[in-house]
């Protein structure tokens, strides 16, 4: 608790220098008898997100996180997006009501506590979209990012629509990030980043057979098909 206060007492100090940082800069063009202040790369960075433009993604798993990180966002007007959202159904409420999204953590995780539903992960989604709360999946690890589809799916076979679950890994985290005018469906004009697969990409035994990235095609090969189509029909 006390390293979490400390972690939060520094990024108050953050934002708020970075808010003064704004208003000497904004003061300085505005009269020109106020000398400039010397360029702080890392306050100047800060400013898009000070000013709303940019959002802030903070990690926040328990009720009383997700209520605090939405209180400090609040205080200090900033786009929040919630990343983990473990008891995001618990405050579905506040979060329909402030617009704050949730980039949930993994569907395919176990229970924390061992009086917890067992399929408490793989629900989640399904309530959050019946409460209104815009959601995005995620796999919260990198080395798992490919069983990003999985996560949707599992959320699908508990309750998720499935035209919801496939949205939670195109359009909705492109809409959250605010990069959907770029990417998250196809539409003329946005990035042709594609996939052609053989079935249902939310399933386990689907396999995707092309791939186009700004349109361009991609080579699907690697060490493991290699490996299978030199020793499939050894004796």
Do not use: W
């Amino acid at each position: 608790r006390q390293q979490r206060d400390r972690q939060v007492e520094s990024l108050k100090n953050t934002i708020e220098d970075a808010i003064a940082y704004l208003k000497a800069r904004e003061a300085a063009a505005a009269d020109k008898s106020i000398p400039a202040r010397a360029i702080d790369l890392g306050l100047d960075a800060l400013i898009p997100v000070i000013k709303g433009q940019v959002p802030v993604i903070m990690s926040a798993n328990g009720e009383r996180e997700i209520k605090a990180a939405v209180e400090f966002a609040e205080k200090y007007k900033l786009k929040l997006i919630i990343n983990g959202g473990d008891e995001a159904t618990k405050v579905a409420k506040l979060l329909k009501e402030k617009n704050i999204p949730v980039i949930l953590g993994s569907t395919l995780d176990l229970p924390n506590a061992e009086d917890e539903a067992y399929d408490i992960a793989f629900s989640r989604a399904s309530e959050l979209q019946k409460a209104g709360v815009r959601f995005a999946f995620s796999t919260g690890d990198a080395a798992y990012v490919r069983l990003l589809p999985y996560h949707a799916g599992m959320a699908a076979a508990f309750g998720l629509p499935k035209e919801e679950a496939l949205k939670g890994v195109t359009i909705y985290p492109a809409q959250i990030l605010g990069v959907d005018k770029l990417v998250g469906s196809i539409e003329v004009g946005k990035i042709a980043n594609l996939v052609v697969t053989d079935g249902d990409i939310l399933e386990l035994r689907t396999k995707v057979k092309n791939m186009f990235i700004s349109g361009r095609p991609v080579d699907l090969s690697n060490k493991h098909s290699k490996l299978y189509e030199k020793f499939k029909d050894r004796q």
